[in-house]
């Protein structure tokens, strides 16, 4: 009997009857929850963020087939056999699914044509005629309307995605940006005015714009980005990889030769770690880059080539902070519910699209944040320091990966007599470490990109070391120094009692004190000494 072939995991696939039509492809079912938000007969109009490729446009494709009836494809799903007003003819709406992607444009002129177009082929959907005297703000309230009365319910269902996207292009040019954002208020704007026409509404997005005013338009909007209720309706769950795709996790286990608890942890190192409530200590891993790597059968970034942002690492680039600056990082929720294009917030920004996720609440709106997984962090650590290395950062690199393996194979010795030393002798010349917490930020990057277990500012009871490094060698407390010596740095580090907290422990305890010298443009061999 041939063996059944395994259902894949596809990450190209965004039209639910089109995923559910072709039985070679696995659909992880979010129906159950859907249908908690889908059947509420009021108020139901919603928006959720979340960063790219976390199968927005898929929910949204499966809640049109939801409401447009088609049952038949739901077969076997956890919504199938409720009570659901879709599956009776009397009681289906219209459904409007459309993408703000459609009214990008380079320039003012292209975006307001694009939109344009976007509401024209909303109105010649719906048999809605398009004035041509009135802007397409107009035109799509009048659209919303029009098809409302022309439904046999007398309400719509309407969906948009990505409803941020036509404000990227424009943030480099605040005065283009004014008359885009001023138009999506506009645009949005009437949905509010025409809420009792609809039945159902959903915005999905990566941003929540609150001082763009674009979001002020929407204030009638009930916000799931952040409820506990709905915190794992986008991306895998561990339980969903013990369950629906247990099969697919065993397929990669057996292309990398180990058993499927090995294989999972693996791919929840790699792709796991996203929190989105802080009512619920729920996580799931990246949806798209859990389905690249079953197919690959490789634990690679996928995120920079499916969902990074150019524009992260320019705003890292110009704040001058790096990776080790963004673990726990303590914010407000104030903090995270805003993005100002002006200003661009760094918190918001990185938490927003994925970069920095939940890790620890301390009271109703005061969080901690961190890098969720091994890919953000690839991600961030290499993007920032290739930015800033430009063509120097490809030899750079290379030595980063012999230094790691040295890591691996000989500990920590071999990184202190030689890896360092070559790190900063790699320096490019037009990159100029001014200071010492220029200096100790480039000393960081290296550790990371190494793969070291380090954690940088590490608090003690009388101070905070530089850094702590965990090797099967011992703990090594670090002590960084600019233009001074080795020994000042480990006299500070002794004197403070920066290796506090690691010397009732088993492992040996080490002080480190590195000094870069701005003369040398190096670092002094480092001083080592036991406690």
Do not use: H, N, R, V
């Given at each position: 009997m041939a063996r059944r072939k395994i259902q894949e995991l596809t990450t190209g696939v965004h039209d639910f009857p089109t995923l559910i039509g072709d039985r070679e492809n696995k659909y992880v079912d979010k129906t159950g929850l859907l249908y908690k938000l889908a059947r509420r007969k009021t108020n139901a109009q919603y928006f959720i963020s979340r960063p790219r490729r976390f199968g927005k446009s898929l929910m949204l494709s499966t809640l049109q087939?939801?409401?447009?009836?088609?049952?038949?494809?739901?077969?076997?799903?956890?919504?199938?056999?409720?009570?659901?007003?879709?599956?009776?003819?009397?009681?289906r709406h219209p459904v409007y699914n459309f993408s703000m992607m459609r009214a990008n444009g380079a320039t003012i002129d292209k975006f307001l044509a694009a939109l344009e177009n976007l509401v024209r082929d909303l109105c010649e959907d719906a048999g809605v005629p398009y004035k041509d005297k009135v802007d397409a703000t107009v035109n799509f309230g009048e659209f919303l309307k029009a098809a409302a009365a022309k439904s046999p319910t007398k309400k719509i269902v309407v969906l948009i995605d990505e409803y941020d996207e036509p404000i990227a292009g424009f943030l480099d040019d605040l005065e283009a940006l004014k008359l885009v954002r001023k138009t999506l208020h506009d645009f949005y704007e009437k949905l509010k005015d025409n809420s009792k026409s609809i039945r159902f509404l959903m915005l999905t997005g990566v941003t929540k714009l609150t001082k763009l005013s674009v979001f002020s338009g929407l204030n009638h909007l009930t916000d799931l980005s952040m409820d506990k209720r709905f915190a794992t309706l986008l991306g895998f769950t561990p339980e969903e990889l013990d369950g629906t795709l247990r099969e697919n996790v065993k397929a990669f286990g057996a292309k990398n030769g180990c058993d499927f608890a090995t294989a999972k942890a693996k791919l929840l190192e790699w792709y796991d770690g996203y929190r989105f409530s802080p009512g619920s200590e729920k996580k799931v891993c990246n949806p798209v880059s859990i389905g690249k790597a079953f197919a690959s059968g490789e634990l690679l970034n996928y995120w920079e080539s499916t969902g990074g942002a150019t524009l992260v690492i320019e705003r890292l680039k110009q704040i001058g902070k790096a990776l080790y600056d963004f673990e726990d990082l303590i914010v407000s929720q104030t903090q995270l519910d805003v993005c100002d294009a002006e200003t661009l917030p760094v918190e918001a920004l990185l938490y927003q699209s994925g970069y920095l996720t939940l890790k620890e609440t301390f009271d109703s709106t005061t969080y901690s944040l961190g890098v969720p997984n091994n890919e953000v962090r690839d991600s961030l650590t290499k993007g920032y320091v290739g930015s800033l290395m430009g063509a120097a950062f490809s030899s750079w690199n290379d030595r980063a990966q012999r230094a790691r393996l040295e890591l691996r194979a000989k500990g920590v010795e071999t990184l202190l007599s030689k890896n360092l030393r070559a790190a900063f002798a790699a320096v490019p010349h037009d990159w100029r470490l001014e200071n010492e917490a220029e200096a100790k930020r480039y000393f960081l990057l290296f550790l990371r990109m190494i793969g070291a277990d380090v954690s940088g500012e590490v608090q003690s009871a009388n101070g905070r070391a530089d850094a702590i490094l965990k090797d099967k060698g011992g703990v090594y407390v670090f002590e960084f120094k600019y233009g001074k010596t080795p020994q000042e740095a480990i006299n500070q580090a002794r004197t403070k009692d920066y290796a506090g907290p690691w010397l009732d422990g088993k492992p040996p305890v080490f002080l480190v004190g590195v000094n870069y010298d701005p003369k040398k443009r190096g670092i002094d061999d480092p001083l080592v000494e036991p406690l």
């Open positions: 087939a939801m409401f447009e009836g088609e049952k038949s494809l739901f077969k076997g799903l956890a919504i199938y056999d409720k009570p659901w007003e879709g599956w009776t003819a009397k009681k």
